[in-house]
């Protein structure tokens, strides 16, 4: 899947217990080492260190796009202009590459949120916006304010009321960035999934991340983790290729 320009790998990096601490900043070296290359931060997550955390490596090399999110409990026109302004600080940058609308404000109009964004990004802070636990309905109507590249959901094996965004998604050619990728450990412990993660040698975490890179070639994971051993386990699902008839008995997981 692609960015604009920049081909995403399919399994990002979420970062919301990401602290500002030298063992963190390692940790995100190490991950851009391995291979990732798209890293999801937000203004809130902790506290505001997880952006601070991730800009104290900047500048990225070429090719990694780091995300991140405003607007999670006040999406007023003002306190994104700030928002945004605080996350360039953060990150130590002057255009973020992809910036959500981090959850719609019901007491402001979507399009006036959007048209905020918008601003921003017509005056060369951000290069892509993009849209976080939205329906269609909603996505259609943000772009008709301003272009949208991504929209950030929550979708694993186990809740998956996003299907008809995810298809939408994939049509349209808009990132769909799945976070909570594997539901927690409950999502994990299904019979199905434990057998075939037997068969194939593998975790049941890389089978579930399998699933929804099988599920649309629009779908980026997210999972978030702190462990190294964890990640290369994350980002090597790709290379795992479930047959239709895997793909069928994971789809009736529940």
Request: glycine share 6%.
């Amino acid at each position: 899947m692609r960015l604009g320009s920049t081909d995403i790998n399919r399994i990002g990096l979420g970062t919301n217990r990401l602290t500002d601490t030298e063992q963190h900043r390692a940790f995100v070296a190490k991950a851009l080492a391995a291979g990732v290359n798209f890293i999801d931060t937000a203004y809130l997550y902790a506290r505001g260190e997880s952006e601070t955390t991730i800009g104290a490596l900047a500048p990225f090399p070429e090719g990694v796009v780091v995300a991140t999110k405003g607007g999670f409990d006040d999406a007023r026109p003002e306190a994104l202009r700030a928002q945004i302004e605080e996350s360039l600080r953060r990150l130590r940058t002057d255009t973020v590459d992809l910036y959500y609308l981090h959850r719609v404000d019901q007491e402001v109009p979507l399009e006036r949120s959007v048209e905020a964004i918008d601003e921003a990004r017509r005056s060369g802070k951000l290069r892509h916006i993009g849209l976080s636990e939205v329906d269609v309905e909603q996505i259609e109507r943000a772009r008709q304010v301003a272009p949208i590249a991504a929209v950030q959901n929550r979708y694993s094996l186990r809740e998956r009321k996003y299907e008809e965004v995810i298809d939408y998604c994939e049509r349209e050619q808009i990132l769909f960035v799945a976070f909570y990728p594997l539901g927690g450990r409950r999502g994990l412990s299904s019979e199905e999934l434990q057998e075939i993660a037997a068969r194939r040698d593998a975790t049941t975490s890389q089978i579930a991340l399998a699933w929804l890179l099988k599920r649309s070639g629009a779908i980026v994971p997210i999972p978030g983790t702190l462990s190294l051993e964890h990640l290369r386990e994350n980002i090597a699902s790709p290379e795992i290729e479930l047959t239709d008839e895997e793909f069928d008995a994971l789809r009736h997981v529940q």
